[in-house]
């Protein structure tokens, strides 16, 4: 069964830092990897979807890499804001299912 | 589009009664998932449904609970009878296909007392 896990649970910084934010996933054999952000008393928006095949994706500020082989997927926030400031989720798709695992999320706070 | 709509957004019903959560999704989607977020369990996906038929709803946590999805662009989620340990919140999600980017509802925040 695959296992998500995202370290830290939680992390402050301040307004300006570049920050990397972690899962790591126990089977490799992956379709897909998703990350998400939760804001308070909201539903999930998805950020970047990386497929098997790639190894990172980009958007805007955001740069999500993927490492199959060592199970493991980091999102880096470029110049974070206190707009950043909301629960990261991510979630594995495993390659023989449709169905997603999410992780626990990691809850941040921007600063100013 | 609107978006994934789920009705209503908060809930508050007393235990032993029935619970009808609704979720629209996005048009075109043939795929859709109901989900579960607590503290926690953290989200737990609890049905899935394919072109409106459900695919797998092995996360239903017992035969209190119900999906339907009579069309492609309504499906339902029912709790009879609900009980204090079903309060959480319930999410909708929709994709274009079953392994795309899924589009979340905002959700549906039940309190059974």
Not at chain 1, 32 to 59: A, C, M, V, Y
Request: with cysteine; glycine share 8%; aromatic share 8%.
């Amino acid at each position: 069964k695959q296992e998500v896990t995202q370290i830290p649970a939680a992390l402050s910084v301040p307004e300006g830092e570049n920050l990397v934010l972690n899962c790591s996933f126990t089977d490799s054999a992956i379709y897909n990897l998703q990350w998400f952000r939760q804001d308070p008393g909201k539903g999930l928006t998805s950020l970047l979807l990386i497929q098997s095949s790639q190894r990172e994706q980009t958007s805007g500020r955001l740069n999500a890499s993927l490492d199959k082989s060592s199970g493991r997927s980091t999102l880096y926030i470029a110049a974070s804001q206190p707009g950043d400031s909301a629960t990261y989720l991510c979630a594995v798709t495993p390659g023989g299912s449709y169905i997603p695992t999410f992780g626990r999320g990691t809850s941040l706070i921007v600063h100013p | 589009d609107a978006g994934v709509i789920q009705s209503p957004r908060h809930e508050v019903t007393e235990m032993g009664q029935e619970v009808t959560l609704r979720c629209k999704p996005i048009s075109g989607h043939n795929s859709l998932f109901w989900y579960r977020q607590t503290m926690m369990r953290g989200l737990e996906l609890l049905i899935y449904f394919n072109n409106n038929v459900p695919i797998d709803d092995s996360g239903m946590p017992e035969d209190r609970f119900s999906a339907k999805m009579p069309n492609a662009s309504f499906s339902t989620l029912k709790i009879q009878p609900s009980e204090p340990r079903d309060s959480a919140v319930y999410f909708c999600a929709s994709s274009l296909t079953s392994r795309e980017t899924q589009y979340f509802g905002p959700g549906t925040r039940l309190l059974v007392l």
